[in-house]
């Protein structure tokens, strides 16, 4: 007991708000203390049943808050359960906190049931990780240094609790060997109620150096200095990109090709639908790119960094989560002046018919982006799918009422974020006055997996000592939501979530078909192998399913169904 009271004592006084648990009795020693933390507000706590949920849960709330989420499982398959999650975070650079309870080392290799091996089982996904057999008692110390280290890494500082760039934000490891009795003595109650409400104190009273987490890198951008060079540079802004990236492009009137999540909250300088204009005149003159956040979306996108005469540089202004050392083909760049004069401004650059190279850019797109929308408009107006209008047609609706509602879009992997990237509405008349939504998407791994849980987390993140959860709304395909379905499951005894669902159901993995298998498909040797092991049709009524969980999950789910008669698969 007293181990986990100091863990999770350190946590708090750390910056951990919320913990996410799963049932077990391993771990009880971490649930009955989180249970006085929750009673008396000191920390929100969230109970699901299936790890694998729970740990995208606490992947969602990471994220949408910026701090470190705890997660608490059981011993054995039950710490498995996490690794999706815990690669995602790795990937992202989302702060996670693995807290899994283990038998003592003495009936570890025993057979002991529930009894695996532990320490290390995260292998290189974790950032740090340390096995607790004896803390606080052990003699060395050792243990005490190790936690520490992970603490401050999660949190995102160094030895000495100040911000930290060195190192990537990401998830760390903590296992917490627990020997019987597993349960308080009944005295304890009312002690572990003192120390609920005299942590509580001290947090509020801001007294304890350790109280700040530092909330993830947010860069602002101050006097760019006056650069006299002009490249014709474009700037990219992938993943988790932020505002920067357009503070950035506008500051040297740079045109910027922003996927959905590049977590921008205007964007003057967006060019629509940039990745059509693959191949155009205006492309292939380009010279520089300057690439801020992960890009993940589109093979235009991945071709022009990877062109071997261009100029590239990525912002760096901590050390990134998303790719090693040594392996891109970007130079970093860590400081913005240099970026700039790497960047040069092309305030007086003008190009063919004495267009300035930003207006150019952003004449081309909003042409494209017209066609798209005639498109759209048939689709909305016949029912005729030509392409990927249906996509497009309910991404843009996803996008308007995430705008208009003021709710945050989450969107799932695969073709719908695409269809989203292409059709986004930045800044066109249409959305003149909108603002743009704030948009999440697990682009770490692209994985399909936990898509419902995130939403649910991005959702409860706010929903601190009484306030009410973020509407959220997710933008997914059918598969996609069938894999976390069972995420739906959420008991009566928590709290809900605000999500709406935007489900485009196709009758399985559409962007097979968009890919190379699409092709291969229509061979008679291949068409059956595609369909059964590629798109996997699913036949199941996606509302029953939603029904299922219950009426009063705070799950509202919206099936858009498009059938091969209007031209899907
Ligand atoms: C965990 C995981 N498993 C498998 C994949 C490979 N994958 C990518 S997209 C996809 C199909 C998604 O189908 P759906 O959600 O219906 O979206 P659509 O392709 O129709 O847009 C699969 C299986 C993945 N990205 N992540």
């Known amino acids: 007991m007293m181990m986990a009271v100091s863990v999770l004592d350190s946590l708090v006084r750390a910056g951990l708000e919320h913990v996410v648990i799963s049932p077990g009795s391993r771990s009880a020693p971490l649930a009955y203390a989180l249970a006085a933390l929750d009673a008396h507000g000191v920390v929100s706590s969230h109970v699901r049943i299936d790890e ?6 606490a992947l969602g709330l990471a994220k949408k808050s910026a701090t470190p989420v705890g997660i608490v499982t059981t011993s054995g398959t039950a710490v498995g359960e996490l690794m999706p999650a815990v690669m995602e975070a790795y990937h992202s650079g989302i ?5 899994s309870a283990d038998r003592p080392p003495r009936l570890r290799g025993s057979g002991a049931n529930q009894t695996t091996t532990q320490p290390g089982i995260f292998g290189t996904f974790v950032r740090a990780e340390v096995d607790l057999t004896d803390y606080p008692h052990d003699e060395s110390g050792a243990q005490t240094v190790a936690l520490a280290h992970a603490l401050s890494v999660a949190f995102g500082k160094d030895g000495q609790w100040r911000d930290n760039t060195s190192t990537p934000r990401g998830p760390v490891h903590l296992n917490l060997a627990f020997d019987t009795p597993l349960t308080p003595p009944a005295k304890l109650g009312k002690i572990l109620t003192q120390w609920a409400r005299s942590l509580k104190d001290d947090v509020a009273s801001d007294s304890h150096p350790m109280s700040h987490a530092s909330a993830l890198q947010v860069q602002v951008l101050e006097d760019i200095p006056d650069v006299s060079t002009g490249y014709k540079t474009v700037v990219i802004a992938g993943d988790s990109a932020g505002q920067i990236a357009q503070d950035f492009a506008e500051s040297l009137a740079l045109p910027l090709f922003a996927e959905p999540s590049a977590g921008l909250t205007g964007a003057q300088n967006a060019v629509l639908s940039y990745r059509a204009l693959q191949g155009s005149e205006l492309w292939k003159s380009i010279e520089r790119v300057v690439l801020f956040g992960h890009p993940t979306l589109s093979r235009p996108i991945t071709a022009l960094l990877e062109h071997p005469s ?9 050390a990134p989560s998303w790719f ?6 970007e130079k970093p760049i860590s400081d913005l002046r240099e970026l700039a004069q790497f960047a040069g401004s092309t305030q007086d650059l003008t190009v063919q018919g004495g267009e300035s190279w930003l207006n150019a850019w952003q004449n081309a797109g909003r042409a494209v982006h017209e066609d ?5 408009r048939r689709y909305r107006t016949t029912g005729k799918n030509n392409g990927r209008a249906a996509g497009m ?3 843009l609706s996803s996008w308007e009422a995430a705008a208009n509602n003021g709710e945050v879009l989450l969107c799932g992997s695969s073709n719908l974020i695409r269809d989203l990237d292409i059709i986004a509405p930045w800044n066109t008349a249409r959305s003149a006055g909108q603002p743009v939504p704030q948009v999440f998407a697990s682009r770490g791994l692209a994985g399909i997996d936990g898509t419902l849980s995130v939403g649910a987390g991005i959702s409860l993140a706010s929903a601190l000592n009484g306030e009410p959860a973020q509407s959220v709304r997710i933008l997914c395909g059918d598969i996609t939501f069938l894999h976390d379905a069972s995420s739906m499951n959420i008991g009566p005894l928590e709290k809900k979530p605000h999500l709406t669902v935007d489900v485009l159901d196709d009758n399985g993995g559409g962007i097979f078909a968009t890919l190379e298998h699409g092709q291969l498909g229509k061979h008679p040797d291949f068409s059956a192998t595609v369909e059964r092991f590629f798109t996997t049709p699913h036949a199941v009524n996606l509302q029953d399913v939603a029904h299922a969980f219950g009426e009063h999950n705070g799950i509202t789910v919206n099936i858009h169904r498009v059938s091969s008669q209007e031209g899907g698969k």
Do not use: I, N
Not at 95 to 99: E, H, M, N
Not at 324 to 329: D, L, S, T
Not at 372 to 376: G, K, S
């Open 52 to 57: 694998r949920s729970a740990s995208f849960l």
């Open 95 to 99: 702060p996670l906190v693995v807290l």
């Open 310 to 318: 261009l100029e590239k540089a990525v912002y760096t202004p901590a």
């Open 324 to 329: 090693e050392p040594g392996q891109r083909a």
């Open 372 to 376: 798209l929308m005639d498109e759209v």
């Open 393 to 395: 047609s309910l991404a």
